[in-house]
């Protein structure tokens, strides 16, 4: 079972506009693993991710989960093995219409029937887990900071304890601070979750102290794919400069 | 070999044995999200005896995740055994990473549940809430009057681009809906007068009530209904939505005023439309009328349009037309009021719109009655 990649994506092409923005992209992920997308804006990671949770479908090729064809299974079946996953958007996507609690709430209410202390017991942890001051669990998502938000729509993500995680520029509108915290909450998590990750990211800090392995999409196609080290010593131009940039900054 | 002592508490997720050096917790199962109700039932059933040390045993342990391993952590703690005192033996890596991580944040002091609010509560809170309302909407009319008087001092600040298009949207395109309206609020109305008419053998004088009904209040009234369903909705949504996308912010980031860009050219076309269009549903009506007095009470179009000449004065018509500015300056000033008052979320765009429409038509027909009883003194 630990053997087979819980994440395939075979040969996968994507048309948008008039442009294939992906043009044959392969990966798999492993368990346990933290994977991070990488590329320029408009490579079409974030649509690449909505393909790998089954909100798109690529034009051409196979996208798998938990060793099951997207394509292939049934909505019903989609939606079981969504349960098995926690997806993390770019901006929270939190309901606006409910408390921090209720979102949080909000998955397990709906797949599981438990008491009230319970229910009630499962989202203290998991605020206490992404390190959510308990007075924000009250409070709507449109009055807490970025990084409270952020925090919040993870312990949505974590819910249904999923063995899987998918982050959209988890990061991203942070400051330094908050961004390398939510960092560390997340490694933290990783580790004794035993959560499998892909994350997209543009946070070159994120992939220093969080990542195992780094695939770099450029012009549709996959340009890199390992270890940040072995990827950062490749001599492809887009990937050079990529962290050029960074390093001597 | 002895043969083991007997278990104490015995159950599918957890057993009690009594050994060398004090008890044994033996975890069994999946300690699961999905098993917690059963978990809670099978950890209360155990005499788990708090002055002792306890060893806790997850070797027979099919999976553990957070919430299975925070109920363990919350039952032993609330019997007084904490964290530490613990003896834990037979976890894989993770599943010590994990309790571990579990028991260090459990210490933090657990959210109460939502108060909900009492009687008095909730009554000062509805005060509370219509005063603020009334001030808002209040400074929303001073800051447009001031708007205008600007505008009217420098006419270069005029947005005439967003002005056209709104003539577009909230006339040009509702002619038709405006028309057929109050075309069929024409037979109806004719109709209903036809058929007392006809009793008397009265038939021509359903052209007096049909006119002074359309013109006077009909047209004016319906019309007003709607725009404020129909522009009134889209202002507020359309602000609402810039509003939540601070898109409006923006404009006044620009040194734009927003009352310049949004609020004065939406509210210039409305009151400029609303009597042209009333005036498109006079005529919309009048002609479902006589269509109606031509084929079922035999009076036809050509003494229809003489008898309406003679008993329709033109001030009967003047004053429906009259009052159709003020119902669009309304319908206007409360739609982007709404539109500027949405909270930054999705549900506010929704609450608002309702209230544009529900609050512009109230308003209508409150305008329409004050006109109505002032009518002697206008004319």
Known sequence: MSDRPIVEATNVRTRLGGRWVHDGVSFALRRGEITALIGGSGTGKTVLLRELVGLERPTEGRVSLFGEDLAS??????????????????????????????????PVVEHLSLPDDLLCEVVNLKLNLVGLPLDAARRRPSELSGGMRKRAALARALALEPELLFLDEPTSGLDPLGAREFDHTLRVLVDSLGLTVLLTTHDLDTLYDLVDRVIVLHEGKVIGDGPLKEVARSQHEWIRSYFDTRMTG | MSAPPPPVGTDAFCSLDAGPEGAALSLRGAW???????????????????????????????????????????????????????????????????????????????????????????????????????????????????????????????????????????????????????????????????????????????????????????????????????????????????KVNQEIDAIASLGLSPWQVLVLPRLLALVLLMPLLTAVADIAGILGAAQVASLHLGVTPHTFFDRLQDVLSTDTVLFGLMKTPVFALAIALIACHNGFSVARDARSVGLRTTATVVRSIVAVILIDSAFAVAYPELM
């Open chain 2, 32 to 242: 699961t999200l999905a098993n917690l109700a059963a978990l809670r039932d099978a950890l209360a059933r155990l005499p788990i005896d708090p002055g002792a040390p306890l060893t806790v045993d997850g070797a027979a342990l099919d999976a553990l995740d957070s919430a299975g391993a925070n109920r363990l952590i919350a039952h032993l703690d609330g019997l007084g055994l904490r964290f530490p005192r613990l003896r834990l033996s037979g976890f894989g890596a993770q599943g010590m990473a994990l309790l571990h991580l579990v028991a260090g944040r459990h210490a933090l002091p657990a959210t109460a549940p939502l108060a909900r609010r009492g009687f008095g509560q909730a009554i000062g809170w509805h005060v509370m809430r219509v005063g603020h309302a009334t001030l808002s909407i209040l400074t929303f009319i001073g800051q447009t009057g001031q708007a205008f008087a600007q505008l009217l001092r420098r006419p270069g600040l005029f947005r005439a681009r967003e002005f056209f298009v709104q003539l577009e949207m909230v006339g040009l395109r509702a002619v038709p809906i405006v028309m057929l309206m109050s075309y069929l609020i024409g037979i109806v109305i004719a109709y209903l007068l036809g058929l007392q008419a006809k009793k008397y053998g009265a038939n021509v004088f359903v052209v007096d009530g049909v006119g002074l009904a359309i013109t006077r209040e009909l047209a004016p009234l319906m019309t007003a209904v709607i725009v404020a369903g129909r522009s009134g909705a889209a202002f507020t949504a359309h602000l609402g939505a810039m």
């Open chain 1, 73 to 106: 299974i049934s909505g019903q079946r989609l939606n079981a093995l969504r349960r098995r996953f926690g997806l993390l958007f770019q901006d929270g996507a939190l309901f606006s219409a409910m408390s921090v609690a209720e979102n949080v709430a909000a």
